[in-house]
Each structure stands twice: as C-alpha cells, then as structure tokens.
C-alpha cells in the first residue's frame, strides 16, 4: 500500500513502500480540476429544506399536575412518570396538543413513551431527572450501535408515531455517572458480542433478548419508525449512552437543543438511517462525536438497507468531542447528501472537525458530503479525516467514499490538516478543498490510496498547499 505524506506540511515525500512512486504519479495525474466546473452541490439545498417541516399541534394544554404528577422536593422519591404517561395517553385520545411539564424538580423512575401528536413540552426552570436503576427500563425494539435488539428502553422513546415533538426551555438531566450507567460499558464486551453474531447469523430481533444485566446501555430519545419529529429549545445531560438517535424516521428538526455530557459513548446527535432532517443551532459538548451521521452496522445495515440522507447542519456550535461533524462508523447502509454549513468549533479537546469512519467489515458508502464556513479554534488530531480501515477490522465489505467538499474553513491550530487512510482497490475518490486557511499545523498530512483530490486556494502555515 503506498502512502504519501508530508514531513513539512507543504512537501510531499514519497513512501519507500513498493509501488509508491506509481502512486504518486496517478494522484498527481489524477488531480484534474475537473470537479471545480462542475454545478455547485449547495444549490440543492433549499429543496432538500422543502421536505423538512416541523409538526404542528392543537392549541390545548395537558398540564401533568392536573393527571397527578407531584414535583419531587429535590429528594428523588416522588415518581412523576405515572402522572406524566396519563397526561400523555390524554393528549393523544383527545387528538393532540401539549403535554406541559412546569417549572420545578421533577423525578421519573423509568422511560416517557410518546404518542402522536403529543408536544412534550418543558417549562423553564423544569428539570426532569431520570432512574439509573436499569430495572426500571423495560425492553422494546430498539438498536444498540446499529444493532436490531430487544434491549431498555431508551430515556424518552417513541415507536412508529407521527407528529411528536419535545419543546420548551427546561432540562432532562439522565444523571449518569461512572458508578452506574457509564461504568456498564466496561463489563459489556461479551453481551455486544453476542449480539453482533445473532445479527450475522440472522436471528429474529424479538429473540436477541438482553436488557438487565447485561450492560447494553440505553440512549437518551430515540424515535423509532416515526414521521414529523421536532426537538427544540431543551437541554439534555449526561446520558447513559447517545443522546438523541432517530432511527429509521423521516422529517426531523432537532433545533436551539444543548447537549452536554462526557461520558463514554456520549454522542451529542446521530440521525441513523433516517432522512430529511434539519439540525440548526444547537449547541454540544460531548465525550464523543457531536454529531454522528449512522445506517445501521454489518449484517443489519446490510439487511435493513436504509441510508441516511439529506441531512442539513447549520449554525452549531461543538466543543469537546471526538469529531464535530462525522459520518460513521455504524454506516453499513449508506449515508449522503449531507451539508453542513456556518458552524464553531471550539475546544482542544475537540479531536476532528469533519470525519468518515468506516472498515471493510461495516462497509457502505459515503457520497455527497459538503462542509463549508465552519471556525475551528484547535483540534487535538486531524483537521479532516478519512479512515477507511476503523478499528483495524477486516472484512469483505469495502467502504466506498466520493464527493466530498470542505470550502472557507479556518483553524487556528492542528496537530495535522489531512488524514486520508483509503484501500487500493477502492480508493477514496473525489475530494475538493477550497479556500480554506489551516495555521500553526505541526505534522505531515498522510495521504493514503486517495484520487482525484482537488485542492484549490489552501494555505498551510501561511504558505500555498495545490493539488
């Protein structure tokens, strides 16, 4: 495999690998400007906004007090689920309308179930904090990292619904920590495991049975097969697992939401296998990808066969995490069409800003994936990378990525620009960089079974960086 890097950000050397010279001929013969002529990729965004409308409700109110929820005084002992599912199945029989949680402290010992056309809609100065206890979460249908399972419901959860919405100015705090929920990802290898080989040996979901004690974390909000879905206003923290995760929907705004959690697996937003979805202005800072764009994982992806798509990102801000913008590694069914646009990047601990993850066992493609007028302060690894070879697993199933563009992106420091780490048998093809300044970059970009890369107008360390 032949490699091409840069000891100084601005020179190429090539690898004394065998075959590295050939290499480097074609990627230069390769770096036609051909993309630049082609018809700009963001003109197809505001019909892609078309599809994208938020659910509307009926102008009636549910209050939760008035279907016997009783705030908890702060001391967790008074269970408000029971008066909140009232109002819920309330608001629904009479044909939607708000379900209104008001101002105080509030305590739920288990998971909110949504119906269609129910607003759940926070107060400011509400807080509801969840059980830890993972008895108090039944099994559903669910997924764990893109695995069909029957496992604990998530926090907030809805199943084949239409027109559902969380809203308000509160917070939903999951009230993980290293002593419960975190600390279960420790001892969860062999239940994953499992899992994975029922998926590959094709077992029905309802008899992949797990749940209590065996360490497979719930999320936050899954929606689940639902249309119509609005998230707005709210503040999520500390999630046993990922926060909001809409698996298999259409149309969904997740809009004005704060996330802030830095446990293990605490991925901020990740639409999976889901399309038509609009995530603007939105503020995260998580203990892993801010937002991570999924379709399922190995033989379910494959099986289920939905990518994600259409997929709008704008105004964001993202502080501590693994990548801010990232598509995979749970991709077996695809992901494209994804623009992300006019966001902040503000951490050291931010590793990424736009990543794609994938290995020959996950497989999939990425196709269609545009970054532009993004601010990154500093990154603590590459500014943009391409790992085609995640986790080092194997397989027979080669991740396929093209058309990929990052324009008018600034940073202000980075261990290293570029990180491109494709297959020869099916390179990464089609990369455009443009107009964009990357400062104090310290190390060389690798650049690895990588064609047609288009940069155009680049400066490293105040110097032209041309393909």
Known sequence: MAAITTDHPLKLRVSNRPAALSA???SL????????????????????????????????????????????????????????????????????????????????????????KVNLHLAEEATVSFSVEPADYPNVFTRFEGTEVMNHSPLIYAFEQEDIAITGQGTFHGRATKDDWWGYSRDARGAINRLRQMAADGVAVEERVFGEGHGLRPVFVQPYRCRNILIEGVTFRDSPMWFINPVLCRNVTVRKVTVKGLGPNNDGCNPESTGDVLIEDCYF??????????????????????PSENIIIRGCKMLEGHGGVVCGSEMSGGVRNVFAENCVMDSPH??????????????????????RDVEVSEVADAIFRIN?????????????????SMERV??????????????????????????????????????????????????????????
Do not use: M
């Open 24 to 26: 480097l001929l074609f």
């Open 29 to 116: 013969l390769a770096a036609a400007p051909a993309l630049a002529a082609e018809e700009d990729p963001w003109a197809a965004v505001p019909k892609l906004l078309e599809a994208i409308r938020a659910p509307e409700f009926p102008d009636r109110d549910f209050p939760i007090t008035e279907h016997g929820a009783r705030p908890s005084l702060g001391n967790g002992t008074q269970d408000a689920l029971p008066g909140i599912t009232r109002a819920i199945e309330a608001c629904a029989a009479a044909g939607g309308g708000r379900v209104v949680i008001p101002a105080g402290e509030w305590f739920v010992a288990g998971p909110i179930h949504l119906k269609s």
């Open 285 to 306: 800072d998580t203990g892993d990808d801010c937002i991570a764009i999924k379709s399922g994982r190995d033989h379910d992806g494959r099986r289920i066969d939905t």
């Open 350 to 371: 931010l590793e990424r800003a736009l990543r794609i993850k994938s290995s020959p066992r996950r497989g999939g493609f990425v196709e269609n994936i545009h970054f």
């Open 388 to 404: 085609l070879h995640y986790a080092n697993e194997t397989g027979e199933f080669l991740p396929r990525v093209r058309n990929v």
């Open 410 to 467: 600034t940073v202000e420091k980075a261990p290293r620009a570029f990180f491109f780490h494709g297959h020869a048998e099916q390179p990464i093809r089609d990369v455009v960089v443009r107009d964009c300044e990357f400062k104090s970059v310290a190390r060389a970009s690798v650049l690895t079974n990588a064609e047609n890369l288009n940069f155009q107008r680049v400066r490293i360390n105040g110097e032209p960086r041309e393909r």
